[in-house]
């Protein structure tokens, strides 16, 4: 599969897709990085390993179409077939979805439908439950909604801090989604 990764910040999601791409574990290839902040540091991530970018910034437009518009333009340039979700802080719409439907993933740090939108995390400690997770999911028009490929539960242990939370979260993470990816690539789930 032909990928774009779309994602706003960190990237350490991106990191751990591209080393499994590396080690051989995902058969795809990273075609282009799509990121909606030019300071965001999954953009010198990809630089670093020779994957092109597109950057952005969604107050030059007038509306979510007119940038989707572009972004479309260059994942058909590059045949991408799959768009793959990383801390892409903004929602998808019609021109994107349009197009690749069935083809959009995201990564969601709570079990869905528990916790949807920003600072899950947060949102799960103080909700003191006693457990929350990793969801990966199919993305529709909403936020967070689309239908589940796979959980995986994260216990919140007594003593942690939102921080202890946070880095177990993108452990799991960082695991999860390179085999989610491995079996899209291969079709197993569909
Ligand atoms: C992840 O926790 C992901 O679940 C959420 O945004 C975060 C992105 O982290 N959607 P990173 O940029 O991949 O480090």
Redesign the pocket.
């Known amino acids: 599969k032909r990928l774009a990764v779309f ?9 751990s897709i591209t080393n499994a791409i590396k080690s051989g574990k995902v058969k795809a290839e990273i075609c282009l990085v799509v990121c909606d902040r030019k300071d965001a540091y ?1 953009l010198e991530r990809a630089r670093l390993e020779n994957i092109q970018s597109f950057s952005f910034s969604a107050k030059n437009y007038s509306n979510k179409a007119e940038f989707e518009e572009e972004i479309l333009t260059e994942l058909q340039q590059r045949d991408v077939d799959l768009i793959i ?4 802080m903004r929602l998808i719409g019609p021109t994107l979805l349009q197009e690749y439907p069935q083809s959009i993933v ?4 709570s079990l869905l439908p528990a916790f949807p939108g920003k600072d ?2 947060g949102q799960a400690f103080a909700a003191g439950v006693k457990e929350t997770g ?1 969801t990966i999911h199919y993305v529709d028009e909403g936020m967070d909604t689309g239908p589940i490929i796979v959980q995986k539960t994260v216990p919140i242990l007594e003593g942690d801090t939102i921080d202890i939370l946070q880095k177990r ?2 452990e799991t ?1 960082h695991d999860l989604y390179p085999s989610v990816l491995q079996q899209l690539c291969q079709q197993q789930l569909t």
């Open positions: 994602a706003s910040g960190n990237g350490s999601n991106f990191h999954v979700l990383a801390g892409y995201n990564i969601h740090p899950a995390v990793v979260i993108q993470e």
